[in-house]
């Protein structure tokens, strides 16, 4: 179930890399292919706390950026052998003639190349300064992510209680209905009144409709924004 208490993100703009932006397309469209409901983490009103210790491990956005950990990961594969090449061995077996007669002659061959440039060095410390870059980007979207989770929890709220007033004004527009209707029925008001009065009813309902529905969309947002599984 979306949680009740959850909250809408606010649209925060994100600076990405085109790298990036391809792995956030390449994400989401796999997780749409093979999607499957999942239950909420936890049954019943969902704290600030609990959105954003669910967010640091299951927001969309910081899934695609850890994923980035993998190009440093193989940067500091690339850049720990000692040797930029492996070593070549080379055998050559033929005949051999001479006035003693015939024999065999083998010659081998060991190359190895030799980086005397520090370059292996200049390596690591690319690797270091990539991974470096990497982490302060998943550090920045992790920042992002909680920032947006903050500002849409505070919007929900707003959201639940213009739901709840605009439920206490159905209950008054339809007690005043009654009255009307009661007064009616003693004779003591016109029957314009009572059009009215079921009129003003009728609009507060679809005020209450349209401010559900205002709050929905936000619960859904940040579900979305936070990885919360969205069902019905």
Request: hydrophobic fraction near 45%.
């Amino acid at each position: 179930m979306t949680p009740r208490k959850s909250v809408d993100a606010s649209r925060t703009t994100i600076r990405r890399s085109s790298q990036l932006a391809a792995l956030v397309l390449s994400a989401l469209m796999s997780s749409a292919a093979g999607a499957q409901p999942q239950a909420a983490p936890v049954d019943g009103p969902v704290t600030l706390e609990q959105l954003l210790e669910y967010a640091d491990t299951h927001a969309p956005a910081l899934t695609v950026a850890r994923s980035a950990r993998a190009r440093a990961d193989a940067a500091d594969v690339a850049a720990s052998p000692r040797f930029p090449s492996n070593p070549e061995l080379t055998v050559y077996v033929g005949p051999r003639f001479g006035d003693e007669g015939a024999g065999v002659d083998v010659q081998v061959s060991l190359m190895q190349e030799i980086a005397i440039g520090g370059e292996r060095g200049l390596r690591v410390q690319a690797s270091e300064r990539f991974r470096t870059h990497t982490e302060a980007e998943i550090a920045q979207v992790r920042w992002f992510v909680h920032a947006d989770v903050h500002a849409g929890f505070h919007r929900a709220l707003v959201e639940r209680e213009r739901v709840r007033l605009a439920e206490r004004v159905v209950a008054f527009q339809t007690e005043v209905l009654r009255v009307v209707e009661r007064q009616i029925a003693a004779g003591a008001a016109a029957p314009l009144a009572l059009r009215l009065a079921q009129a003003e009813v009728a609009q507060a309902q679809q005020q209450l409709v349209a401010a559900e529905q205002v709050f929905l969309a936000s619960r859904i947002r940040l579900a979305q924004l936070s990885g919360w599984p969205v069902t019905t």
